[in-house]
């Protein structure tokens, strides 16, 4: 399993898809960060030191959601259209080896994004702000797990074509789905919303963000992303009978 | 070794592979021929474990490619076809993924991608991206990787396809090398390579094994019926009714100034010459047909479409 997760960073990093996306993720929440900093002080009086933490995460929360279907479409799609995928195949790695790898490698590259805005709050140090530690590690395990949950789907949807442009919009449109699912609340009944609701991956994400981390939404996200990826290797072992096209 | 026995494969419907069966002995190289569409490369694949028979069995080195999957991987080296690469990665970081990924122990991995760079000239281009290196090259990075660390069995699709001739030349130089220590099976559709590196073919069609023989036994079966060719000094349609009453002669017939004979064996080449010669006329030609691999692979395959399943397939011999 190391070597494909080795060989998944060398992909990344000399492709520059890594860098790219890490970049992006870094300068965007940087904006978000001055801008709801500006928000916090000009208008005043909310709890500056967790408000102001609730509302940088949500935004990355968000243009996380932009970003990593990036770092996954190409995971199987594009050794499928390069055939390496048949390589892979005859090499002594069991499928669920091939498939841990890549995700592994694609979750070092979110904990590097991940890892980079905690330069933000630690900018706020020098002007003798108080940070609360143990809401942000909260909110930054939910962040983590909710990345995990769209790389799953990302690599699930990837092992299903040879194109990487259709893997990435056809991963957009189910996150999607599970965002919206929630929107709007009067459109359904209660006991249907109430369902929705365990499912919306997004949901799960604001008790974490309020400092709880409350079991079933970790292992809702858990239970998400090992779903997809054990599907992922199901959908490599269908070449049993569909061939390996 | 390679042992095939009773392969079949079926995807859903289509029967790709139909009860097919060979042995590669330790250090042979065979040849493994077949149209498009043939079977061939779905029985490639599953010798090189990407997917398993739906019935029958299929050994490498003595080790079941399903049952023992690890372990018959561990013993073989894939050449696909069309060497897929990964563009982005240069030759030595290739194949130090390949090292890792073929499980090779730590301290020798080094030994065995420099061992696999010399052994298909490579150590020049090993920093160059591979998406940079000419056709060539990467079917060298292909033949490299299928090498790297010394597996026991090579399986190799049709690797020498979309070359130009000196690059075809080289690879087939390359897999020459590799004879006598390794057991190899190598596909192609042009024949002639196949005879210059291989000991023994086996043609398969329609998924079926239409006949396995080394090419001079192929040849020599199908020479039951051979073609002479004669022409003299003389009008053709003369010598073609002088010479079409000889002992032996099955058909004559007047092709472009010559005569074409169909005899029906070796001494039948004397009577026509006495023939001739007591007309006083002057043998300017008299030629045995050499049925190309070509010609006998195109009858092999017609022969088995038109009595399917029948003796068109032959054990070994």
Redesign the interface.
């Known amino acids: 399993m ?3 997760v ?2 998944e960073l ?2 990344y990093f ?2 520059l898809l890594a860098y790219v996306v890490v970049a992006l993720f870094l300068a965007v929440s940087g904006f978000y960060f001055y801008s709801n900093l500006s928000f916090f002080l000009l208008s005043g009086g909310y709890d500056l030191t967790r408000g102001l933490w609730q509302y940088q995460l949500l935004d990355m929360r968000q243009y996380m959601l932009t970003l990593l279907p990036l770092l996954t479409m190409r995971l199987f799609a594009e050794e499928r259209r ?3 995928l ?8 069991r499928d669920v080896e091939i498939v841990l790898g890549k995700y592994a490698a694609a979750l070092l590259v979110l904990l590097l994004m991940l890892a980079g805005t905690l330069l933000y709050p630690l900018l706020l140090l020098p002007a003798g702000a108080s940070l609360p530690i143990g809401a942000m590690a909260a909110g930054y395990l939910g962040l983590f797990l909710l990345g995990a949950a769209f790389l799953s789907c990302g690599i699930l949807i990837s092992a299903l074509t040879d194109s990487q442009v259709l893997a990435a919009a056809v991963t957009y449109s189910v996150l999607l789905v599970f965002w919206a699912l929630t929107w709007n609340e009067a459109a359904v009944g209660a006991p249907v919303l109430w369902l929705l609701r365990q499912l919306s991956l997004f949901d799960r994400l604001y008790p974490f963000l309020r400092g709880g981390i409350d079991t079933a939404d970790v292992s809702y996200l858990l239970l998400f992303s090992a779903v997809f990826v054990t599907w992922t290797v199901q959908c490599l072992g269908a ?6 096209k | 070794m390679i042992q095939v026995c009773h392969l079949t494969k079926r ?2 419907d289509f029967t ?1 592979v139909d009860d097919v069966s060979f042995t590669v002995e330790p250090g042979e190289c065979v040849g493994f021929l077949g149209p498009n569409g043939s079977g061939k490369t ?1 029985t490639m ?1 599953v010798i ?5 028979p739906s019935s029958g069995t299929v050994r490498v080195g003595g080790y079941d490619v399903r049952r023992e ?2 372990a018959a ?2 013993r ?1 080296g ?1 050449f ?1 076809e ?1 060497a ?6 240069s030759v030595e ?1 290739y194949l130090a ?2 090292a ?4 090779l122990a730590a301290g020798r991995r080094r030994a065995h991608v420099a061992g696999a760079l010399a052994a298909c000239g490579l150590a020049g281009v090993r920093r160059r991206l591979i998406g940079k290196l000419s056709k060539g090259y990467r079917q060298r990075v292909g033949l490299s ?1 299928a090498l790297l660390g010394d597996p026991e069995v090579l399986v190799l699709d049709e690797a020498t396809s979309g070359l130009d001739p000196g690059q075809v030349a080289e690879i087939r130089e390359l897999v020459k090398s590799l004879r006598g220590r390794r057991t190899i099976v190598f596909s192609s559709h042009i024949l002639s390579e196949v005879s210059q590196v291989a000991g023994r073919v086996v043609i398969i069609d329609g998924g079926r094994l239409v006949a396995e023989d080394s090419p001079a036994g192929l040849a020599a079966r199908l020479a039951g019926a051979r073609t002479l060719w004669v022409r003299a000094d003389v009008a053709p349609a003369e010598l073609l009714t002088a010479i079409a009453g000889v002992d032996g002669v099955e058909r004559a017939e007047e092709v472009d100034g010559r005569i074409r004979l169909v005899v029906a064996d070796e001494d039948v080449v004397a009577r026509v010459s006495r023939r001739v010669t007591q007309r006083r006329w002057v043998i300017l030609e008299l030629r045995r047909e050499e049925l190309s691999l070509e010609d006998i692979f195109l009858r092999l395959v017609r022969d088995a479409s038109r009595a399917p399943g029948g003796d068109a397939r032959e054990g070994r011999p």
């Open positions: 190391t070597a494909v080795r060989k060398v992909s000399s492709s390069l055939g390496t048949e390589l892979l195949w005859t090499y002594p790695l070449r049993r009978w569909r061939g390996v | 995807f859903g790709a779905t694949r090189a474990g990407i997917f398993p999957a690890g991987r561990r073989l894939y696909p069309n897929p690469f990964y563009p982005e990665m970081e993924f390949v890792r990924a073929k499980r990787q």
